[in-house]
């Protein structure tokens, strides 16, 4: 669709003109008629520089590659091709809502060999998904800028924007040491195994509280326990999903769930814990506990694509959820809805589930203070020692990053209180 | 290097343009003979007096689109122009707009010039030659290429920015078209075009055709500026 617009200024000139042919009507002399011939000038200039051309074809290249990390900064090159005389050409990309336009860093349009024209703008990636590039409107403005025509050129092209990783955060977990199930520890020491392997001769070094006394009576050595290797500590992330948290206020409380979710299951994947993921709605979704790169690539795909589902009541989807899911994990549960009537029951059923449960609530940053992060704090603490649930010992030793309780007692987590800046590349 | 980085960039930008509309306010009180009429000076002081102004007291000098301002300013035009100051009234007008890097700078530029050179009182235009015409035509030219290149630059500082062998490029056209048209004012015969339609330039009825071609112009400014603006910028 080809457009053709006028500006305001048209009209202060043709007001001008009007008023220099009125004044030499006036005094019946052509003198100050003459004063015309320069506009006349301009406007014959614009109609013939709005006549030339437009591009016909466009792409586009980033500069970081098309995927993204959230809060990267990325140049956009833009080329048009088919444009003749590129001077007085400027391209309005319609950029999609996940990407911000850095405004202070746009480049002219230039000739780049042959017919092209290229120009480059930056954007910053602000929101995770897959973002699609659609047209860019290329616009020949005229002299004056008194006529300006554009046409769409089609361009698509598709941007993914990763979750926020927890190494590019420089954020550490540090998971439960592997213990036997409901056995709480004061250590952070790596333990021996709880499962029974075999027998074998003493060797210095072994610890005293395994030797076999029977065994190494009845065979007059001194015979040791074998224990196999500690499973890893296992964990399900349940992100509360549902609309109404993406509703939650006027502010995208959602996506600061989900980008919870994201550092925290990239931290714990990191420190070799198994980790899964479950997205709490209507239509919940599940990534089983895995480990290692493919489990990473797994929970970003699903972090990526997901999206607010429909309504349902927390205790009711927790319910439906779990028994879906081994039972030998450690549940976090993240919610924005701390006050949420049916939490405490969805607690109650992960701790009857898992026997450790962990609620997050992302935090407010919009509310000046900490009063609102505070009550969300007490409600969640309020309802978790209702509950009794444990909470995860020693899961976010960030110490100033975040908000933390004693171990002993239960935890909640505010986002709004970890630094997004402070990131290592 | 952007406008915005540089502030002096945008001061000596500012200053070559307001360089250019004074050359075309100085046309105003030329005479024919080559001599400077008398008050050549009064368009540099209009147009230092907002310089003046914001160094003392900054952007609250920005011209607003409030009652006070508007009052203030149609007081400055008329009185100003009932009392023969022109060039003064233009050179204080656009010296304020371009200060303060407002988007009607070039529009004002070119209304300020014609009425400078223009409204010349006691002045008959009766026994206007062509020595005259030159200087109203030159004049204009000028006050056209300080338009172009001021919004060049309001271009640039609002991110577009505008390649300086183009900005030359169209004031060069409009140089050339200006001097080829006053050049061979005769040989184009514009009266034959006039003639074509059963009119006579002098006479009353190509009085009426000119009219009728303004009212013509304006009626077609008004009907392609009822479209809607187009946005300056990509959105955000």
Known sequence: VIRLTASRRLLHVGVLMGAAAAAALAFETWVPAVALVPLAGVLVLAILEVLLPLPVTASRSLELGDRLLANDTTRVDLVME???????????????????????????????????????????????????????????????????????????????????????????????????????????????????????????????????????????????????????????????????????????????????????????????????????????????????????????????????????????????????????????????????????????????????????????????????????????????????????????????????????????????????????? | MTQDEDPWLARSLRAGTGLLFYGSLMMADLVPDGRLDAPWLLGAVGLLIPVATVALWGHRTRPKNEAAWWILGLLAVVGLTAIGQVPLMAGLLVGFFLVHDLQLTPSVMLGGAMAALLIQPGYDWLDARQAEAWLVAFGMLLATAAAILERDRLAWRDGRPVSPMWTGGRVAFVALWTLAIVQYREQIEAGRVFALFGAEVTGFAGQMLLLAIILAALVLAGYLFRTRKPPEQAPA
């Open chain 1, 82 to 425: 088919g444009a003749v005389a590129p001077f007085n050409l400027w391209a309005e990309d319609g950029i999609p809502e996940g990407l911000h336009l850095l405004k202070t860093t746009t480049q002219p349009v230039s000739p780049a060999g042959g017919a092209n024209a290229t120009t480059s703008y930056r954007v910053l990636a602000r929101r995770r998904g897959e973002h699609d590039f659609d047209v860019v409107r290329a616009h020949r403005t005229s002299a004056l800028g008194l006529l300006d025509r554009s046409v769409e050129v089609p361009a698509p092209m598709r941007v993914t924007v990763l979750p926020p990783s927890a190494r590019h955060l420089a954020v550490r977990v540090r998971p439960r040491p592997p213990t036997g199930q409901g056995v709480p520890t004061r250590s952070m020491r790596r333990g021996p195994g709880d499962e029974f392997f075999a027998l074998r001769q003493y060797q210095p070094g072994d610890t005293i509280s395994d030797v076999n006394w029977k065994a190494s009576a009845r065979l007059n050595r001194i015979i040791t326990n074998e224990f196999l290797p500690d499973e890893p500590p296992r964990y399900l992330i349940y992100v509360d999903a549902r609309a109404s948290g993406a509703e939650h206020g006027e502010h995208d409380v959602f996506e600061r769930s989900l980008t919870l979710a994201a550092i925290l299951s990239d931290a714990l994947l990191d420190a070799r814990a198994h980790v899964g993921m479950v997205l709490l709605s209507f239509h919940s979704q599940f990534v089983v506990p895995g480990g290692g790169f493919m489990q990473a690539r797994r929970l970003q795909r699903m972090l990526i694509d997901s999206k607010p589902g429909y309504e349902a009541s927390i205790s009711q989807l927790v319910l439906a959820g779990v028994a879906h899911l081994p039972a030998r994990a450690e549940a976090i549960l993240i919610t924005a809805n701390v006050y949420d009537p049916t939490l405490s029951q969805a607690v109650s059923f992960l701790r009857a589930r898992h026997g450790r449960v962990l609620v997050l609530a992302p935090g407010f940053p919009e509310v000046e203070g900490d009063d609102l992060d505070a009550a969300a704090a007490r409600a969640a603490s309020a309802l978790l020692n209702a509950e009794q649930a444990a909470a995860l010992a020693g899961i976010l030793p960030y110490a100033d990053r975040v908000a933390q309780w004693p171990p002993a007692e239960p935890i909640s987590v505010t986002l709004a209180r970890l630094d997004m800046s402070g990131r290592v590349r």
